[in-house]
C-alpha cells in the first residue's frame, strides 16, 4: 500500500534532560485515507512527534518509513525535498512569512519545485480561491485576521499536493467559529491516498477523526473515535 507512515520504536530525549524521553519508544501504522488526532495534555510530546513526523527534528532511536522510503536522519537534503513535495504542514500561528503577500506565501513552495513561475501563481490562485480569500491575495500576514491567516496557511500547505498533512493546534489562536470553518476546510481534504494528522486540545474536534491519539508522558493510547 502507498502512501502510508510507519514509525517504529520511536523515541525522542532533549540533550538538556537526558533523563526524560518525550517520545518513548513508539511504534505505530498511519494508514493512507485516514485522519488521526492527537489529545494530550501541554508537554505531553505532541508537538515533538509532529515535529518527526515531519522530518523537521531528528529521532534520538527509532525508524520512521514513508510510503516505502526508509527516511535517514542524516541526509537533511533528501528530507527537505520529501517534506516540500509530500507533506503540508500548518502550525498554530506564525505559518507565513511577514515579507510576502497572501499569494506569494502560497505559491512560493511550489515555484521552488516547478520553477514556472506563471503555473504557480494560477495554482495558487486557484486554492485561494477555493478557500475564500481571492480577495485577500495581496494582503500582508500581519494585515489578515488569525482565521484568515490560517486560510492561506491551509492554502501555503496544499500546495504541492501533499500525501501527508501534518497540523499543530492549527485553531488554537482562534474563537470557536474561525476553529470550526478551519476544521471543516481540513476534514474536508480527506483523500483516500491522503493521511492527516492534527493535534488539538478540543474534543469535539479530535473526535471527528477516524483514529483518536492520546498522549501521555512520551507513550501513546489510541482509540477509534468517537469514544
Ligand atoms: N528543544 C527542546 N529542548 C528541550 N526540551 C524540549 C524541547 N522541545 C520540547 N521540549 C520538552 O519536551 C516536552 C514535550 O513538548 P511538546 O512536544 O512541545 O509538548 P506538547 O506539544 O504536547 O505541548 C516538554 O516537556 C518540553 O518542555
Ligand atoms: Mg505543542
Known amino acids: ?53 515531519s522530518l523537521i527534528d531528528n529521532p534520538t532511536a527509532g ?24 507533506i503540508g504542514i500548518i502550525y498554530q500561528d506564525k505559518n507565513l512569512l511577514s515579507d510576502f503577500t497572501a499569494l506569494e506565501n502560497v505559491y512560493l513552495p511550489n515555484l521552488l519545485i516547478s520553477k514556472e513561475k506563471q503555473k504557480s501563481i494560477e495554482l495558487a490562485k486557484k486554492l485561494i480561491k477555493n478557500l475564500g480569500m481571492s480577495h485577500r491575495i495581496k494582503h500582508f500576514p500581519n494585515e489578515l485576521s488569525g482565521g484568515e491567516n490560517q486560510r492561506i496557511a491551509i492554502a501555503r500547505a496544499l500546495i504541492n499536493n ?20 478551519i476544521f471543516k476546510i481540513l476534514f474536508n481534504l480527506k483523500n483516500k491516498n491522503r493521511i492527516i494528522i492534527f493535534a488539538t486540545h478540543n474534543r469535539y474536534f479530535a473526535n471527528m477523526a477516524d483514529c483518536k491519539i492520546i498522549m501521555n508522558n512520551g507513550n501513546i493510547n489510541f482509540t477509534n473515535a468517537p469514544i
Open 162 to 181: 501533499p500525501d501527508i498533512i501534518l497540523a499543530d493546534e492549527p485553531t488554537g489562536s482562534l474563537d470557536s467559529d474561525n476553529a470550526k470553518l
Open 63 to 86: 525508524s520512521i518509513e514513508i510510503s516505502n522510503n526508509k527516511i535517514n536522519i542524516n541526509n537533511k537534503l533528501k528530507n527537505d525535498l520529501i517534506r516540500a513535495r509530500k
Open 1 to 53: 500500500m502507498n502512501n502510508y507512515i510507519k514509525i517504529k520504536n520511536l523515541t525522542k530525549k532533549y540533550e538538556k534532560n537526558k533523563s526524560i524521553k518525550v517520545i518513548n519508544d513508539i511504534t505505530f501504522y498511519f494508514e493512507p485515507g485516514k485522519t488521526y488526532s492527537i489529545m494530550g495534555p501541554s508537554g505531553s510530546g505532541k508537538s515533538t512527534l509532529l515535529n518527526l513526523l
